[in-house]
């Protein structure tokens, strides 16, 4: 059974930058288009970037311009680089096979606060 844990989170201040990692087991991430949800407090989860098994990404408006999503095959690995982040991209972070059909790991938990 595929399994996702997600790591990178933290405390960090407005504008700063994250790195979140999510390795992968049981499912070859490199044939599979990946997605970036998040989940913030009495929000739903939504996705916010992804990256199809042809390598082409996409975001959502909220995050154009900030968030970069990338892999590497070789590691099994989906990664979601946050710079200039802002307050209201406080959430727990998940990856997940595009369309969320995989079972979600525990996420990982970003605060941007002062």
Known sequence: ???????GGGLVQP????????AASGIDIGINSMGWYRQAPGKQRELVAWIQSGGSTNYADSVKGRFTISRDNAKN????????LKPEDTAVY????????????QGTQVTVSL
Not at 1 to 7: D, F, I, R, V
Not at 77 to 84: A, E, F, G, I, P
Not at 94 to 105: D, E
Request: contains cysteine.
């Open 1 to 7: 059974q595929a399994q996702l844990l997600e790591s």
């Open 77 to 84: 690995t989906v990664y979601l680089q946050m710079n200039s």
């Open 94 to 105: 998940y990856c997940n096979k595009l369309g969320a059909v995989l079972p979600w790991g």
């Open 15 to 22: 504008g700063g930058s994250l790195r979140l990692s999510c």
